[in-house]
């Protein structure tokens, strides 16, 4: 081994200046840390904000440092930052030439290419809207939304299950209250397990596959890049397309993974999107469902939503103070997903989604069942129906509403529920309404854990006027301009 | 030559909802439990290789920045029982985002007996400025080229035995995602961590 060229700890060496300060902070720190005098001096350098207060704390003789610090700033013309990154990454660069040979590859030219359509704005933007009609609109929308839950709801549920239970209940359990907690209209079994295994499970089940398959391809990180641009004229950057991609799956989580972002304001500004105009999958799922039948409403209903997410982050964005911060991902390469893992990965999903979701649905049930019991369910939904009027909607709607109180999904599952009796405007409107509307429970709790109590009710107290706001003036600008059905 | 150990229960979303509570838990194990600690840039297989060292689901996704949360395992290596912590992903020492900071954090704070160093093989030159990071800090590092096979795939040869000169460090190959330089990774760990203690 050539001695010479083996890197000592410590002796990869900046350049003079960098390394006499660094000799001269190492001599002002007398206690001990646990990694190297060295990184920690590298790091005043570098004027790191946390190892600051740190070494503030720790030192007597921090105005010193401070100096030299200082001193050595007026030697270069870029920030010491950059100086010390570039110089670490020549050596990086030198050691990286004597390590590793690159072959001429086809394979590599395929997916250089397949890289640059995806990114680039002219054919990024035509992929895009593939994936959305293939992936989403014809899979999930058509075929999980539709085929599966008609056969699940139509042949299972209202052909055996539902009759089959209220025969059963009928006879064996004289108690009225008794029956109608199990079963009839709003019974734990006829409504909680209906909604959670023939409307949700099948929507939930082709939404996870599908954005299992998308997410192992890599094509994700790309999507970022691509839209970067938008989000940046909402104040935000490509970093947050992932809390934002995940809200389509859940919302939930999504607030969690937030915390990648990387200023408060940034965080602030991803959690109201998400709370406002992410739809998470069930939802998605229910609405496509809903309005796949009519193409024009269902674009009305995209567009509304597209347009209150940018009009809302654009305007926060003006309203937030706060530094915009740069954009830098690491973009991996395009990979065809292993079934296995996808499998597994979907599994996963769908098994923590709905030891989350069975629960709530029941508890759900119980409360709206308590709520008949007493009265208390008719008399709110009797104070929303005014509102549901203003919508142009049909006062039975209100349930749905209340609904969604428990779940975004289990709101849409029952507006689904009645679609029959709905036109296609007031199936518009009340989409849009409800999407806008309040978040879930399990979110709002995520919001205060990680927002706190004051951001999360300054959101929820926007969201809920506005999202009715927006129903009342889409029911407006229909109804006048004649787009009636 | 392994045997695995679940030390989390419950499901993924408990997990994550379980905000910083691992690294209470850390101090109060036994003593003679060594710890690992898995870092690097987002998307990279950390999570991979702490689910094959530990047997613990951490959600793997070709999608920097899903781990958010620091994950502790178990995981035992011959004699030797290591506590392997996962951290979320992390560009360089100069933290940028609160993820970052946490691992940084963790790195400062906590005493690790081994820190492996997970990189992608098909782009070192991104990732070896923080391999360097960590030896300046003097801090016990090995490097993990993991993603081997798919920079082969992309015409990249890498001389493991010529880096591991140049970085003075120990240096494994692997392809954690199609279970390949597991047990290498395994025997350098316990081999590492033994002359480290002598």
Known sequence: ?485 | MSCCHQEKKGGLFKNLLRRNRGDSEASEKQVSKKKMVLVGTPNVGKSVIFNRLTGVYATVSNYPGTTVEVFRGTCRIGEEVFEVVDTPGMYSFMTITEEERVTRRLLFSEKPDIILHVVDAKNLERMLPMTLQLIEAGLPVMLVVNMMDEAQQIGREIDIAKLEQLLGIPVVGTAAAINKGMDLLKKRVVQYVKKRAA
């Open chain 1, 1 to 485: 081994m050539l001695k010479s060229e083996r890197l000592e700890y410590g002796a990869f060496k900046y350049d003079d200046r960098i390394e006499k300060a660094i000799k001269e902070i190492e001599s002002n720190l007398k206690s001990s840390y646990n990694v190297s005098k060295r990184t920690i001096a590298l790091l005043l350098l570098q004027e790191d904000s946390e190892i600051q207060e740190m070494v503030r704390m720790r030192e007597s003789s921090f105005s010193q440092i401070s100096e030299i610090v200082k001193k050595t700033k007026m030697l270069f013309t870029e920030p010491l930052y950059y100086v010390i990154t570039v110089q670490r990454q020549k050596k990086v660069d030198e050691i990286v030439s004597k390590v590793v040979y690159t072959r001429r590859d086809s394979k590599n030219r395929l997916s250089n290419w397949l890289d640059k359509i995806t990114v680039q704005p002219l054919t990024g933007i035509p992929i895009l809207l593939l994936v959305l009609y293939f992936g989403l609109y014809k899979f999930v929308g058509q075929f999980g939304a539709g085929t599966l839950v008609d056969f699940i709801e139509g042949n299972i549920f209202d052909t055996y299950v539902n009759p089959w239970v209220d025969r059963m209940v009928t006879t064996y359990i004289s108690s009225e209250p008794i029956q109608e907690l199990l079963a009839k209209e709003y019974g734990i079994i006829t409504l909680g397990l209906r909604y959670a295994l023939a409307i949700i499970l099948p929507i939930v089940g082709t939404f996870f596959l599908m954005f299992s398959i998308i997410e192992d391809s890599g094509y994700l990180p790309r999507l970022a890049l691509l839209i970067d641009r938008v989000f940046k004229a909402i104040g935000l950057n490509g970093r947050a397309v992932i809390p934002m991609v995940l809200g389509f799956g859940c919302d939930t989580m999504a607030t969690l993974v937030s915390r990648t972002l990387e200023t408060r304001r940034e965080r602030i500004l991803a959690t109201l999107l998400l709370s406002l105009a992410i739809p998470c999958s069930a939802q998605l799922g229910v609405v496509l469902a809903m309005l796949s039948g009519n193409t024009a409403a269902l674009l009305i209903w995209a567009l509304c939503v597209l347009l209150v997410f940018l009009l809302v982050g654009f305007l926060a964005a003006r309203l937030l103070p706060g530094e915009r911060p740069v954009f830098y991902m690491e973009v991996p390469p395009l990979r065809l997903p292993r079934l296995g893992n996808i499998i597994e990965k979907t599994l996963s999903r769908m098994q923590w989604y709905f030891l989350e979701i069975v629960p709530i649905f029941i508890i759900a049930s119980v409360l709206i069942w308590i709520g008949r019991m007493t009265g208390i369910f008719d008399a709110i939904i009797r104070l929303a129906e005014p509102l549901m009027v203003a919508l142009g909607l049909p006062p039975e709607t209100a349930e749905a509403f209340l609904f969604g109180f428990f779940r975004r999904d289990y709101g849409a599952a029952g507006l689904y529920d009645m679609k029959g009796s709905l036109t296609w405007t007031q199936l518009t409107v009340a989409s849009v309404t409800l999407t806008l509307f309040l978040p879930c429970i399990a979110q709002v709790s995520v919001m205060l854990k990680e927002r706190g109590l004051m951001t999360t009710a300054a959101i929820l107290a926007f969201i809920f006027p506005f999202a009715f706001l927006v129903g009342y003036v889409l029911n407006l600008i229909l109804n006048v301009t004649g787009v009636v059905w």
